[in-house]
């Protein structure tokens, strides 16, 4: 008796052998023999339609997918559509979760069963979290009085389907304080954080990289803009078995008052053992909260720090930066390769002083606000006498072939740059070897005299082969970073 061949299967038992390969093995199927080929052709103009749409998923994207009422514009119309063709979800590769409106969709009633209910009914995940999917499922169909509680439930219920997901960006306003919500994505990093079976796929196994964003909001403290996004809810994410990379803006993470809830989700988690690059945008990060997420991460190259000095609590502490710089340099100083430290908004709560950061060992690329450095001008004679020292290279490390260095270019700071870089071409060879790059911000509306010191600059840079690129922006240079 002859071996079967694929081409030679019956056209049912071929079917049901495509659907299993849709999406990730399908192509290389379909590319194996000009016979393959042949019986895939029916489902290729499908499987275009569903990657072009899904592949890179946001919400409000046009699709001409006939089986998409509309344009899905929330999770709920999400699980709607995976309801209808459960094959949808492992389209989704990256994925941006940030819904353009903030009101709940209605939902089918649980009692009239159907394909959306039965996602909730069937989900192992709400199983295993001990959960009951009909309590669950109230989350969602909560009324309007609660939207971003409902917005934040059904998102949580999206992250169960997404076996294939690399990357995505949480919602704006996510918070889970709810107790449920929070189980359920425990749940879901501890099943993904799971030796995988090749024949199985479980959601948010693959994830490689995610993204907190949030908006401001109204503080009860003297009406103030804080931050949103609890540092601590990125940690089940943090630890996932392949996540290289993580964008946190608007995060806040304050040490002693949460240290004990941080260290038990250390501890059930485990490290973020894959973690290398990690950028806080507008972000409150205090030194017990920096030092020990730094010994969680241990293999951390990028650390991309900006600081947001916002009054989210009565006694929020000054930012003393040598303090800081210190906690970085002693928990990671041997392993970063970049790293990122400027201000953002208020900057009347700073303690200067810019640290050395000549032990450093491995530092490639180095970007600081001069702020950092010397925050009243007027106290730049006083700081030199202090330290004894403000040259450039007294404070970057021998190690770095890039340099950015932020500035407002504020009246003033031309007295900064010129002592900073006092003598620089005689210094530079054996302060600063590796240095190829300076990158230097010099705003439109800076002052005329820190214009005429950054083209002063241009020409002492040359002398010794250092190549200067002035930036118009004051809150960032044109350096370039890498995300994985």
């Not at 917005?151 to 304080?177: C, G, H, M, Q």
């Not at 590796?434 to 840079?461: F, M, N, Q």
Request: with cysteine; glycine share 4%; hydrophobic share 40%.
């Amino acid at each position: 008796m002859a071996t079967p061949t694929l081409p030679g299967l019956p056209i049912e038992l071929f079917n049901e052998i495509i659907s299993l390969v849709l999406p990730e093995g399908f192509e290389s199927l379909a590319l194996t023999c000009k016979g393959i080929h042949k019986l895939c052709v029916p489902f290729i103009e499908r499987h275009n339609l569903l990657r072009s749409h899904f592949r890179r998923f946001k919400y409000g994207k046009s699709s001409k997918d006939p089986l998409s009422s509309g344009i899905i514009r929330s999770a709920f119309d999400l699980l709607k559509r995976i309801a209808i063709e459960p094959l949808v979800a492992r389209y989704i590769i990256y994925a941006d979760f940030t819904p353009l409106i903030p009101d709940p969709q209605l939902v089918p009633d649980v009692h009239d069963g159907g394909p959306f209910v039965s996602l909730f009914a069937d989900s192992p995940y709400l199983e295993q979290a001990g959960l009951d999917w009909k309590e669950y499922y109230a989350l969602i169909a909560t009324d309007y009085n609660y939207p971003r509680r409902a917005i934040e439930s059904a998102t949580a219920f999206v992250l169960t389907l997404l076996p294939n997901v690399r990357t995505f960006k949480l919602p704006s306003l996510w918070s889970t304080d709810d107790k449920t919500i929070k189980l359920l994505l425990y749940v879901i990093a501890l099943v993904a954080k799971r030796p995988n079976p090749p024949w199985i796929n479980r959601s948010l196994a693959q994830l490689t990289r995610f993204e907190s964003l949030q908006h401001m909001f109204i503080a009860p403290i003297g009406g103030a803009l804080s931050p949103r996004f609890d540092l601590d809810e990125a940690i089940p994410f943090l630890t996932l078995p392949r996540v290289r990379s993580f964008r946190g803006h608007y995060s806040i993470s304050l040490g002693d008052d949460y240290s004990m809830q941080r260290k038990g989700l250390y501890d059930v988690f485990g490290p973020a053992l894959e973690l290398e690059t990690a950028l806080f945008w507008c972000s409150r990060i205090d030194e017990i909260a920096m030092a020990e997420f730094l010994r969680r991460t241990p293999r951390l190259r990028t650390l991309i720090f900006n600081h947001e000095l916002l009054e989210v609590r009565d006694n929020m502490d000054d930012w003393h930066v040598g303090e800081f710089v210190s906690v970085i340099e002693r928990e990671a100083g041997d392993r970063l390769e970049g790293l990122s430290l400027s201000l953002q908004l208020n900057r009347s709560k700073i303690i200067p002083g810019m640290v050395s950061m000549r032990r450093f060992r491995r530092l490639r690329k180095l970007e600081f606000d001069l702020e950092l450095v010397v925050y009243d001008v007027a106290d730049t004679e006083r700081y030199i006498l202090e330290t004894g020292a403000l040259s450039i290279g007294d404070i970057v490390p021998a190690s770095v072939s890039q340099l950015s260095l932020i500035s407002y270019g504020d009246d003033g700071y031309e007295k900064v740059l010129e002592v900073l870089f006092s003598g620089f071409a005689a210094k530079k060879k054996d302060q600063l070897p590796a240095l190829e790059e300076i990158y230097l911000s010099c705003p439109e509306d800076a002052s005329d005299p820190y214009k005429e010191e950054c083209a002063k600059l241009v020409r002492v840079t040359e002398q010794a082969g250092v190549a200067l690129h002035l930036s118009s922006s004051y809150d960032r240079t044109d350096m370039k970073w890498e995300w994985k």
